[in-house]
């Protein structure tokens, strides 16, 4: 079956670069997805990227994909406090119910 | 700008009580879905629903569950008779058919005693 993972913990000063990576094993995917989750909250989706691109970019936030090695990344530029948060990275297919699969999430911590 | 509402936010329940968690979906999205994360584990998928019925589910949504849509805007989730391990936050979200991209609700906390 699908199977999305991620490194658990991601730790940054404030006003540099966080990079959060993913690895996603299904070949299908179409769309991939990063969704920040805030402590008690629910998923807020940040930024999607089509499986037939290689970058998008969207203000601060910068992905990444590299389709050969089923790897995506989520860069964010001049990190904030505000930024602290559970990263997740998530894949679908098309077709079916278009389900998404979740990696595990990156927690990201901002210090000053 | 249009958001998926769930409710309640919380909900505490006895083990073999009946719950049943609500969701709305935004107005013009026709695909919806629930979702299910327990306490530092991975956001999981429960079921989706498509013109009023079941596309695809998961080997977790069992006969215990159902889902509804009781009429054109609330999509419900329910639970026949509680589980200790089915306390979790329950998320629904429902999807823009444009652009296959699937919004959140803020989630219902599901506790049973």
């Known amino acids: 079956g699908e199977d999305v993972e991620q490194s658990l913990f991601l730790s940054v000063r404030e006003g540099d670069s966080s990079v959060i990576n993913c690895t996603y094993t299904d070949s299908s995917s179409t769309y991939l997805y990063w969704y920040k989750q805030e402590p008690g909250a629910g998923l807020q989706l940040l930024t999607y990227?089509?499986?037939?691109?290689d970058m998008k970019q969207d203000q601060r936030l910068t992905v990444l994909l590299n389709k050969k090695d089923k790897h995506l990344s989520l860069r964010i530029a001049d990190t904030q406090t505000g930024d602290s948060a559970i990263y997740f990275c998530a894949e679908t297919t098309t077709g079916g119910g278009n389900k998404l699969t979740f990696g595990t999430g990156t927690q990201l911590k901002v210090e000053l | 700008e249009p958001e998926v509402t769930q409710t309640p936010s919380h909900q505490v329940t006895q083990m073999g009580q009946e719950v049943i968690l609500r969701c709305v979906p935004i107005s013009n999205h026709l695909y919806f879905y629930w979702y299910r994360q327990i306490l530092g584990q991975k956001v999981e998928f429960l079921v989706s629903f498509y013109n009023n019925e079941i596309s695809e589910k998961s080997e977790i949504f069992d006969d215990q569950f159902s889902v509804e849509r009781p009429d054109g805007s609330n999509f419900t989730l329910k639970i026949r008779s509680t589980k200790l391990e089915d306390s979790a936050m329950y998320f629904c979200a429902s999807r823009d058919s444009a652009s296959g991209t699937q919004y959140f609700g803020p989630g219902t906390r599901l506790l049973v005693l």
């Open positions: 990227i089509f499986s037939n691109m």
